[in-house]
């Protein structure tokens, strides 16, 4: 372990921390992590962890719902303006034309949103479990935000649904091409195509296996194929390389890194947790009406509850 990774372990112990990180931060950073996951599992962790603070090496929306979710404990993000796009890309006024228009109205929320948004929502979801809860929900009305996107994806799976889309996107998921998938796939023809519901249907027609980012990368590392190209984020290669050394992965296009997910580095790690700095937390008024959706997603998404070490 490098100086500045044994600081931060050093610094985490002795403010009774633990370091949560998503797959698509720097592998370093995924390095000095006590817990490294997709959305869904770093909200389970979040909850279930009884360490004092929680440093969050991911967007504000994952800093926002730890705090959500176990308000008792500090939250730091090491870059604040580490935020998702995507998050914003819903309106408060559209949530509530929508909820005039039909009165059998379930609004599902993508974790990825503010938190004023999920307390105007019925239920979360996450990419790993959306299906899943909109399939288990009464309400054939659903109004699915901000991502179009999974929308689409959950939309087609579950026909007996009227599920009405919003028009959100992540720019980073969305930058794949169907061109660029094609091309990748004549260079490598024995390849799996692992696709998160992220991205365009054009590429999720494409795929041989479509899941959350923890769900790729069980896949891959499951699966006999030796060979992958990957539609998503470039981060879960350092997983991916951890868990399947003797496969091939193959990355498409020029720009599947997110630029907010990689402002998270090992010194604004080091200082947050050395200054207390980047705490972050959603006012009392909002909390209260957000954590509720939150619950009711770990409720109803949960297959396997995560392993506390
Ligand atoms: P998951 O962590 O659910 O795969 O979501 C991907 C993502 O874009 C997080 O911002
Ligand atoms: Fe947001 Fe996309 Fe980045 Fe995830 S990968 S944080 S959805 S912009």
């Known amino acids: 372990m490098d100086k500045i990774s044994q600081e931060i372990r050093e610094l985490a112990k002795a403010k009774d921390a633990v370091i949560l990180a998503h797959y698509y931060v720097d592998g370093a950073v995924q390095d000095v992590a006590d817990y490294v996951g997709d959305s869904f599992y770093l909200a389970k962790v979040a909850k279930k962890d009884p360490h004092k603070t929680i440093v969050f090496c991911g967007v504000t929306f994952m800093g926002q719902s730890a705090n959500i979710l176990s308000p008792d404990k500090t939250v730091l993000m090491p870059d604040l303006n580490a935020v998702c796009p995507m998050a914003l890309m819903v309106d408060a006024n559209k949530i509530k034309e929508m909820r005039d228009e039909y009165d059998d109205l379930a609004v599902v929320c993508y974790i990825n949103s503010m938190a004023e948004i999920k307390a105007l929502s019925d239920v979360c979801v996450t990419s790993s479990n959306a299906l899943k809860i909109v ?152 909390r209260l009406d957000a954590d509720k959706p939150l619950e009711r997603m770990l409720e109803l998404g949960s297959v396997k509850e995560p392993v506390l070490v």
């Open 135 to 286: 399939r288990s929900l009464p309400n054939k009305n659903i109004f699915f935000i901000p991502d179009g996107n999974l929308g689409r994806f959950v939309k087609e799976q579950c026909p007996e649904k009227n599920v009405i889309l919003n028009e959100g996107y992540c720019h980073v998921h969305t930058s794949i091409t169907a061109n660029d998938v094609e091309k990748a796939f004549r260079e490598h023809e024995n390849a799996q195509i692992l696709v998160h519901p992220e991205c365009t249907q054009e590429v999720c027609d494409l795929a041989d296996f479509t899941g959350s980012t923890k769900e790729i990368i069980e896949y891959a590392e499951a699966s006999s194929a030796d060979e992958f190209i990957v539609c998503t984020e470039k981060g879960v290669l350092h997983e991916l390389i951890k868990r399947a050394p003797s496969k091939k992965f193959y990355f498409v296009g020029a720009k599947q890194t997110c630029p907010n997910m990689k402002k998270i580095t090992l010194e604004k790690v080091r200082d947050c947790l050395l200054n207390g700095t980047g705490s972050i937390s959603v006012s009392d008024s909002v």
